[in-house]
């Protein structure tokens, strides 16, 4: 075979081939997938899929635990604690109907809360609501006699600051600021936050007149060592 020959042979069979690769490339391209065909893997799909999975470090912190989330309140709940955001204020008293009791003005105000969420007078808890809180009884503006009026008609379940757990919005809170046994100050719960095992309570009052004062900055800060108690009302 001359050289020309040879060099006439080898054209044909490259342009043979070239035209069955392009055949074979159409088929790979337009053709049905086969159970053995995978999709294309780029270099970032490669580097990824034999990455190591991330691991935390000393430095990572854990998600934060939930808020519970407090139920609605009842119709007479949400009446008092209306009442107690509308009259905590020295300039909204409601003094004209209930009067105020100087600088010791907690229980009476404690106790108009508990009329607006429904509760009755009776002979040993009253007041005239004639604009003189001084002529209302022991228990409606004493927060000693009103612990001890609470206990002795059933009103509501005593509860420790070690049970927080079941306190909630429209309960009593009461304070022995120096631990001897009564009651120095009354206020009415305004606000539960449960974070976790966590709870911080906070409420309203007059006598440092509050509507979300922390039962916590009472006892450690306003009066440190101070006991807060409270009364779970049904």
Known sequence: MTRWQ???LTTAIGAVLAVGATALVVQALDGPATPTQTAQTTDADASAATEEPARATPTDTPAAAPVEVE???SAPVAAQIDYLLAHWKLETYN???WGVLGENDCVN?????????G???D???????NGNAYDASAAWRSSTAFMNYIA???KATALTDQQRDQVKVGDIVQFDWDNTGDRDHTGIVTRVEKVGDTVAISFSGHTLDSDYRSVDTAITVDHPGGTAYYWSVP
């Open 6 to 8: 040879r060099l006439g």
């Open 71 to 73: 139920p609605a309140l």
């Open 95 to 97: 003094s004209a109907e």
């Open 109 to 117: 105000f404690a106790s108009q809360a508990m009329i607006a969420r």
């Open 119 to 121: 509760w009755t007078m």
């Open 123 to 129: 002979g040993v808890w009253s007041s005239p609501k």
């Open 152 to 154: 002795q008609a059933g």
